[in-house]
């Protein structure tokens, strides 16, 4: 069972995502009304995190921690293996010529991004933390989340930030074609890689949407000109991103998520029913997309 729940309120609108799967079916998948709607082109297998790394694909690599809130995220990261689980998520995954680091780092931003001189998903420590207190924050009721809780939330976050990182380097490496924005087309594939696997990345996948929630309510109170910077940035804004992010994932699987959308019969959805209406079509397209660039590049999946 998969279930999140984070209050956050960017303007009117209520950024409240409560996605619970179906019981899992015994195969790492969350059970569906039409089985046959997740037998996607882009098919996952079970994860499983492997200690020895896959030099010809992605390397995890933890540099020490600069700040005494850099340590802590490095011990974070090294204790809880986020980066060898997605190395060996993405590695069953994808086929990329290796090795490539995935690099946790100090940067003094909240950032993360591909480096195409080094060869390099480089993911700050800032931006870890910057979840962090987002995802320690009490909910609408004044609980605050358990630690694990919180520490969970962060690697899932982490998780769909790489993925999207991954998505400019086989962009880069392949020189892959997009049209519209890349930022976009990456975020894409980050949300095909976590919804069409187990329940634990399809946790992430949540993850990474309340927390570009939290960050859409925490621009509301930036000045002006703040805004238009952002207006101005080749990232969608955050608020755009969670609902970007949240129609593709109810477009994986409508029958699964239907409490995300929003209409008279469920007014606590954070969907607008104007746009889930088009999410299917939306994830197929974005699912037919990815799978046609990748092909020459995607592992094979064992059949369930």
Known sequence: MVHRNRP??????????????????????????DPGSRR?????????ASSTADEQGLVPVIEPGMTPQNKKEEQFFTRAKVLDDIAAYA??????????????????????????????IRFCY????????????????????AAKEVDDSVAGFTNGIVFHELGHAVIDIYDL??????EDAV?????????????????????????????AAADEAKDSGQRLDQY???????????????????????????????????????????????????????SKAWATLLKPYLKPQPVK
């Open 8 to 33: 956050y309120a960017p303007a009117a609108v209520a950024i409240t995502l409560v996605l619970a799967t179906a019981c899992s079916s015994g195969q790492g998948e969350p059970a569906s009304a």
């Open 40 to 48: 996607l082109a882009v098919q996952a297998a079970p994860s499983t």
């Open 91 to 120: 590695n069953s995954r994808v086929e990329v010529p290796g090795p490539i680091g995935i690099v946790a780092t100090n940067c003094d931003e909240e950032n993360a991004n591909w480096d195409s001189f080094r060869r390099q």
């Open 126 to 145: 800032e931006f870890a933390t910057k979840a962090r207190e987002l995802f320690q924050q009490p909910d609408d009721k004044g609980h605050k989340p």
């Open 177 to 182: 074609p997009t049209t519209g924005k890349e």
């Open 187 to 215: 975020d894409q594939l980050s949300v095909l890689l976590l919804a069409t696997s187990d329940d634990k990345h399809i946790g992430y996948a949540i993850d990474t949407i309340n927390a570009w929630g939290g960050f």
């Open 232 to 286: 101005a940035d080749e990232h969608s804004l955050n608020a755009q991103r969670f609902f970007n992010w949240a129609c593709w994932l109810y477009g994986s699987d409508p029958a699964a998520y239907e409490s995300v959308v929003r209409n008279d019969s469920n007014p606590d959805g954070v969907l607008p029913s104007s746009r889930a209406g088009n999410c299917e079509t939306e994830f197929q397209k974005i």
